[in-house]
């Protein structure tokens, strides 16, 4: 047996599990036996500030290095990282996952560190990643599995406010790629501005973002027929919020989804559990949504209850008042030790047609 999925089978052991709901995957939920190409999993992670360790004048990174306030030292920058690695292959159970966009990411010099020197280096992962204007200096960025997800294209956005021309944030990325089954597949990956100076004062940033990603799907819709788009990201918003219902048009079920209007997988989450932990309250920040042709008769379905929330024990812990939340790498300054302040989320799609209309292998 493969070292690989040797150090899964351990680590998903030893760790059992966490929690169980209906109407969406969690942890000791997850369908773990992915062996066969009927499905592709696309997956979102906010990995929360993985910096390196130099310090960038152009960046405000200064407490991410030996000296900073936070003493990122490499061994905590690479526990972090092989941390987050061994996540993303837990999540994908025997067979890695096939997609997953990130943000929070310094630069290529981590993603070639997730890539190429942690565990997920025998996976043979390739990346995508362009440094953004965030005054930070964190970007959104990919990872993917070219033998399951062919890339032919992708493109970084540049976001530019008409209401305030002098802010900067991160790009939106957008990607195009061919999965098993021969058909193509749209993905786009975001950060939406944060929350900081309040939830109204920081809104118009938010509602931008979600106009221009609604254009891009109306480009998308105009030029191909039917097209399979997924929309993935941390929002900074709940799917109730405006930007995501009035502005993406995003329904939280495909019975409300009218005429091109979005479906929002994520909605059902909001309910019974987040992805997002603050102030010992969970919400659903971190979010998957989709065109409604997964739910036509087409080569790719989505069923409502595939979208799940990754909430490993390993990446959960419990407050100073008892509850739960995540396990993150700092508490401002104080080390924890921890991976992110997010959950990771995904989306299982099932392909038809794959080898040209025969069903894989029943086991």
Known sequence: MKPLIVSILVLLTALGSFAQDEGFVRYNTMNMDRRYDDRIRVAFYNVENLFDLENDSLKRDDDFTPEGSNRYTFSRYKKKSNGLAKTMLAMGGWEPVEFIGLCEVENDWVMRGLTEHSPMKDVGYEFIHENSPDFRGIDVAAIY???????????????????????????LLYAKGIVPN?????????????RYGGQFASEPGRIHLAQMVRSKVDSLNARFNNPYIVIIGDFNDYP?????????????????????????????????????????????????????????????????GDVGVFDAPWLITRNAAGNT???????????????????????????????????????
């Open 145 to 171: 599995r070219p033998d399951k997800f062919e890339l032919i294209h992708y493109k970084y956005y540049r976001v530019k406010f008409t209401h305030a021309p002098e802010r900067t944030t991160r790009d």
């Open 182 to 194: 021969g058909d193509t597949l749209h993905i786009f990956v975001n950060h939406w501005p944060s």
């Open 240 to 304: 109730n919020d405006i930007s995501i219902t009035e502005h993406l048009r995003a329904s939280g079920s495909v019975e409300e989804a009218k005429n091109d209007d979005l479906v929002n997988l994520s909605k059902r989450i909001m309910y019974k559990f987040g992805t997002h932990s603050f102030g010992g309250e969970w919400g659903v920040l971190d979010q998957v949504i989709v065109t409604q042709s997964f739910f036509k008769d087409g080569s790719m379905t989505i069923y409502p």
């Open 325 to 363: 939340t995540t396990y993150r790498t700092y508490m401002g300054p104080a080390y924890k030790g921890g991976y992110s302040d997010h959950l990771p989320t995904f989306i299982d799609i099932h392909l038809k047609d794959y080898h040209r209309g025969n069903a894989p292998p029943a086991n």
